[in-house]
C-alpha cells in the first residue's frame, strides 16, 4: 500500500507565477488536509477536503490560494501570483474517516521556492 | 482553541542516555494525540498515536503517555541512538484539524 504521495518535491517559481501541488492520498483513504511549514516554524493547518467538498478552509489565506479534491485524480493546492512569503514546506496527509479518532498520514512534503 | 506546546526547544545528549520529550496542550478534549519525527528537509514520520482511552503506547525503544486530566503527553526514548537525532512534533487534533507544537530539536552525540 503505498503512501500519501506528493509531486513536485520541489517547486521553483518567479514571483507572480502560479505554483500547482499534487498530493494523492493513501489507497482507501478519502479526507486530505494540507498543512504549510514556514522556515523555522511549526506546521500550521490550511484546509480539508473530502471528495468534491472543502470540509474546512480556516487556515487558508483569503487570496490566491484554492485547494480541490475533485472525484477523480489527487488534490490540487493551487497558489496565484506568488510572492517570496509563499517560499515554504507545504504538506499533505490523509486519514481514512475523520482524523477526530483517526491518524493523519503525511506525505513527503513540496517545497517550493520563490524567487 | 487548542494550542500545544513543547518543552524543552532542543535538546543535546550523549548516546546510550534515557530522555523525555514533553507536550502540553490546552483543551483537553481530545480524541487522541500522535507524535511526529521529521528529519531535516524530509516530511513527517508518526511515531505513535494515543487514543484518549490510552495511557500510553510503545513501539521499540519509544514511550509516549497521554494525561489527558493535566492536558500532557510525554515521548520517551530509551538508550538514545545517534540515528534519533531529528525534529520530534506532537499534534493534537482541533476538529477535524492538527494542531503542532513547534518541536523539539533532539542531537545525540556519539
Not at chain 1, 28 to 48: A, C, D, I, T
Not at chain 1, 82 to 94: H, L, M, P
Not at chain 2, 6 to 19: C, R, Y
Not at chain 2, 73 to 86: C, E, N
Request: proline share 6%; with cysteine.
Amino acid at each position: 500500500n503505498a503512501g500519501v504521495m506528493q509531486n513536485p518535491r520541489h517547486l521553483v517559481r518567479r514571483r507572480g507565477q502560479e505554483a500547482r501541488l499534487r498530493c494523492s492520498p493513501m489507497k482507501g483513504h478519502s479526507h486530505v488536509y494540507w498543512y504549510r511549514q514556514l522556515p523555522e516554524e511549526g506546521l500550521k493547518f490550511m484546509v480539508y477536503l473530502q471528495k468534491e467538498n472543502i470540509i474546512d478552509e480556516s487556515g487558508m489565506p483569503k487570496e490566491r490560494f484554492s485547494a480541490e479534491f475533485p472525484k477523480e485524480g489527487p488534490s490540487i493546492l493551487r497558489i496565484q501570483q506568488v510572492v517570496r512569503g509563499d517560499s515554504a514546506a507545504y504538506f499533505c496527509a490523509s486519514s481514512p474517516e475523520t482524523a477526530a479518532v483517526y491518524e493523519q498520514y503525511f506525505g513527503p512534503g513540496t517545497r517550493l521556492t520563490v524567487t | 482553541k487548542q494550542e500545544v506546546t513543547q518543552i524543552p526547544a532542543a535538546l543535546s545528549v550523549p548516546e546510550g542516555e534515557n530522555l523525555v520529550l514533553n507536550c502540553s496542550f490546552t483543551d483537553s478534549a481530545i480524541y487522541n494525540l500522535q507524535w511526529f519525527r521529521q528529519d531535516p528537509g524530509k516530511g513527517l514520520t508518526s511515531l505513535l498515536l494515543i487514543q484518549s482511552s490510552q495511557r500510553e503506547q510503545t513501539s521499540g525503544r519509544l514511550n509516549a503517555s497521554l494525561d489527558k486530566s493535566s492536558g500532557r503527553s510525554t515521548l520517551y526514548i530509551a538508550a538514545s541512538q545517534p540515528g534519533d537525532s531529528a525534529t520530534y512534533l506532537c499534534a493534537a487534533p482541533n476538529g477535524n484539524k492538527l494542531v503542532f507544537g513547534a518541536g523539539t530539536i533532539l542531537r545525540v552525540k556519539s
